[in-house]
């Protein structure tokens, strides 16, 4: 187990309806930034395949159908946070291990 380096974590969810749209994920980095998050469970992604994007100020790892724009989830951690991800499993469009 590793720990994460924050004594105070904020962890939060949304269901975004997609971040397939333009603009989207900007938005969420930001709400998340508002809000002080540390960690953010995101349902309803709907990009296709897995994999991971780098933000601004962390990292989103995400998992999807790879056929449509149809569910997916994600997690969109800080760089704090990240530091302390060592594995990414990604099971189907929706459900993964971080």
């Known amino acids: 187990v590793r720990r994460i380096p924050v004594s105070n974590r904020k962890i939060g969810t949304w269901n975004v309806q997609t971040l397939f749209a333009?603009?989207?994920?900007?938005?969420a980095t930001r709400?998340?930034?508002?809000?002080?998050?540390?960690?953010?469970?995101?349902?309803?992604?709907?990009?296709?395949?897995?994999?991971?994007?780098?933000?601004?100020?962390?990292?989103?790892?995400?998992?999807?159908?790879?056929?449509?724009?149809?569910y997916g989830v994600g997690i969109l951690v800080t760089k704090e946070v990240n530091k302390s991800v060592f594995n990414f499993v990604p099971?189907?469009?929706?459900l993964m291990i971080l």
């Open 22 to 27: 333009a603009g989207k994920l900007t938005n």
């Open 31 to 70: 709400e998340m930034e508002r809000l002080q998050l540390n960690i953010l469970g995101i349902c309803e992604v709907r990009w296709l395949g897995n994999g991971q994007c780098q933000t601004d100020n962390g990292m989103l790892y995400y998992s999807g159908d790879n056929r449509k724009h149809i």
């Open 91 to 94: 099971y189907s469009e929706r």
